[in-house]
DNA sequence: TTGTAAGCGTTATCAG
DNA sequence: CTGATAACGCTTACAA
């Protein structure tokens, strides 16, 4: 009764009067016990409510059953999600997830993979910085064979496994759709376009209008940066001159919202006038109306992927390496009421 | 070059010819070494890229540095947000967050608790799950001397620190402000009644109401469920009619929103027909319009301050425990077009 | 079937 | 100033 004392196995042999490794040996061991000393033994350690102490086991089998995540921020929806997934994973195998962020800085990843390898995590999953460029921080941890996985925002200097949203895949479709419905003059309003993000989703966009013999129409196309006011500014000029777009394609979440507020203070209907679909990874969105269709990403299937593939390589030192690149798709939350059919 | 092998201590020794201990002085130790040795160990460690082995040295210490983190669901802007605030404050202070979800189930609560404390995590940071409605697990935790900072949603069967918000004096701010724009009719639209940031929220907007002689009238405050069909159905049926309050508080972020989208469908204007002041967890939130006037909880700061409590339990052993429950002050993001001037 | 001893990496105590 | 040695909790040859 409160012990104040954490049991360990020289407890348990001292009370019983046996060695330390014939306790050791009845807690786990297999046949070389005598079944009578194995059950003594267990049933004395479940009085005692005895645990392992996973910190002597990982200083024994040099293994920490910990792995390290690096994020830019914890506290942005696809990332807490994805380390849900993480997590979930992790958890149901009988391994702990500590979390780091990088706050968006190449210096602090760095730091966080030199204090990931000094605790000797048995793995990282991360998702890089965008400032990072360099990658050697990265290829240090594999020399030391602290296996890694990359997910969201990748690249191409490492060698392994990786899993990432197929974006390109997510605006076809998307756009597809809404010439399905019979729009011929859609809008993708992006980010800047350095970002592989950008680039991906603007080549499904580009690429579907192809498919269906729409030519692309480049003052369509609408590079905005961060800042609510030009945001709304740049949006605006797209639609307010009679010979505006019939519908949206919004590449990231802050544009969809603003489209939504700016097409309203113009006095369009949505999705009369101009329908949106929208890349977002805010459940609430799909509460909004007028509605917001929204493209999601699989977050926590990215975070269960990679903790898959992670565990994969930390547990089966078995096959020769090969590392593969898992591309995952995205959802459509359709909202009837955002997409409109024309004529 | 490319070591394949975690320098220890061990090897410094060999390299150099010391004895094990005389390095580890020269890494750790204070005067008893001499300078030349100490400078060649210190080199020669660096070179190594020598890291101490923190599994050893928490084995050694009884402490792992480690500190556990259990809330209901990490993909939640509550709870990531407040981690981020957590990791803050252990990362510069050296200790590490290891995450674990309750997802809102007593069982996997207790068994968190149980992980943790077999994992011999130096303190435990909680936000209890809705079911949780014995303590056993926190006391035995208590008992275990595990240090523990309770969140949010705390209890009082546990003597311990406790951070929380101050939802009552939210509301009666909030209520106030409106009170002051002119509104005297203003409805609260709220979540079950049990829940006690529902009593907290609904005390403080009636105090605002009775501070300003304003009479309460019952049937402008409004339960609903988490529904989206149900709460759209009482939402509106307050608004139907032409004696309809011309202001709300609004207890949670999704009654927020659907307010805002049940009122345009009403073709009330928002805010001249009818303010709106919600609960809000979501960053996105002030970029809507009709603009939505949030009440912001103090997430990064909860978790700072959980921390820091819980770092100052784990680190000062001095002082004759007296814990405190610390109470944060929300924050409003006032939106101007959102608060129209009654009269 | 059981016990002894070495070892995981480190620090602290105690001799030299 | 430096070097053995024990100890942290546990597993696992190897001996008995």
């Known amino acids: ?177 809404l010439v399905e419905q019979g729009h011929r003059d859609i809008a993708h309003i992006t980010i800047a376009n350095f970002l592989s993000i950008t680039q991906n989703r603007k080549r499904g966009y580009e690429d579907a209008l192809k498919k269906h013999g729409i030519p692309i129409n480049k003052s369509r196309i609408v590079h905005c940066n961060f800042n609510t006011v030009e945001m709304d500014r740049s949006i605006r000029s797209l639609f307010e001159s009679k010979n505006r777009p019939t519908a949206i394609i919004a590449s990231v979440e802050r544009i969809a919202i603003r489209c939504l507020n700016v097409l309203m203070e113009l006095k369009l209907n949505i999705p009369e006038d101009v329908a949106i679909i929208g890349f977002s990874d805010n459940p609430l969105n799909n509460i909004l109306k007028p509605a917001l269709s929204c493209i999601r990403q699989p977050t926590f299937e990215i975070g269960k992927k990679s903790a898959e593939l992670l565990l994969e390589l930390i547990e089966e030192k078995t096959t020769e390496k090969s590392f593969q690149t898992v591309e995952l798709g995205t959802t459509m939350d359709l909202m009837e009421s955002s997409l409109y059919k024309k004529q």
Do not use: W
């Not at 149901?92 to 800085?105: A, K, L, P």
């Open 1 to 177: 009764m409160g012990d104040q004392h954490i049991v360990t196995i020289k407890d348990i042999s001292k009370q019983l009067k046996l060695s330390i490794s014939t306790v050791s040996r009845a807690l786990r061991g297999g046949t070389e016990i005598r079944k009578e000393t194995r059950e003594l033994v267990q049933q004395l350690a479940a009085e005692l409510d005895y645990r392992p102490n996973p910190i002597a086991l990982s200083l024994k089998e040099k293994r920490s059953k910990v792995i390290g995540v690096i994020v830019p921020e914890i506290a942005n929806n696809f990332c807490s999600s994805t380390i849900a997934g993480i997590e979930e994973v992790a958890y149901s195998r009988g391994y702990y997830v500590t979390i780091f962020q990088s706050h968006e800085s190449y210096e602090r990843e760095v730091i966080n993979t030199q204090l990931l390898s000094a605790r000797r995590v048995d793995g990282l999953i991360i998702s890089v910085s965008n400032e990072t460029n360099r990658y050697q921080h990265l290829s240090s941890l594999i020399e030391k064979e602290i296996p890694l996985v990359m997910f969201d925002r990748v690249c191409s200097e490492i060698q392994t496994h990786k899993v990432v949203v197929n974006d390109y895949a997510a605006a076809f479709n998307a756009t597809e759709h």
